[in-house]
C-alpha cells in the first residue's frame, strides 16, 4: 500500500472517530491533526460563501493534503484528501495563517479562500452553495 494512501485511510478515519466528540470544529480539527499524525495547516472563517462557513487543511507527509469543511448549520459536512495540485491555492492560506494577529488583521484573504473553494467545488470535493 502507497503512503499517500495510507495516509488518506488515516485521515479518514481520525475524522470518523472524531466527529461525535462534543468540541468545536477548531478543537475538531486538532484532534483529527494529532491523530493522523498531521500538521494543521489553517482554521480559516469562509466570509461570503452560502454554503460554508469555515474550512481548514492539514498537511501529511508526501504531497497530501486534508481537507474539512463546515456548513452553515455547524456540521462538518465535507473532508477529502487533496494531492499537490490545490498547493498553490493553499500556500497563501498557510502564509496568512502564520502571520502575526496584528498583520492577519490588516490583511484580507477573502479571495484567496474563496478561489480554493472554488477549486475544491470545480474538482467535485464540495458540493456547491445553494441559494
Known sequence: ???DELD???FRMAV???LALPLGFT???AEIAIRS???MLFDLRVDGDMALQRIAAIRY???QTGVLALDKRGAMTNHCMVNGTFSRFIAPL???NILPLPMQARTSIAG???LFIGALRNAGYIPRGKP
Open 8 to 10: 488518506a485511510i488515516v
Open 61 to 63: 507527509p508526501g504531497n
Open 37 to 39: 499524525h498531521g500538521v
Open 27 to 29: 478543537e475538531k480539527v
Open 1 to 3: 500500500m502507497a503512503a
Open 94 to 96: 498557510e502564509d496568512w
Open 16 to 18: 470518523e472517530s472524531v
Open 112 to 114: 484567496q479562500t474563496s
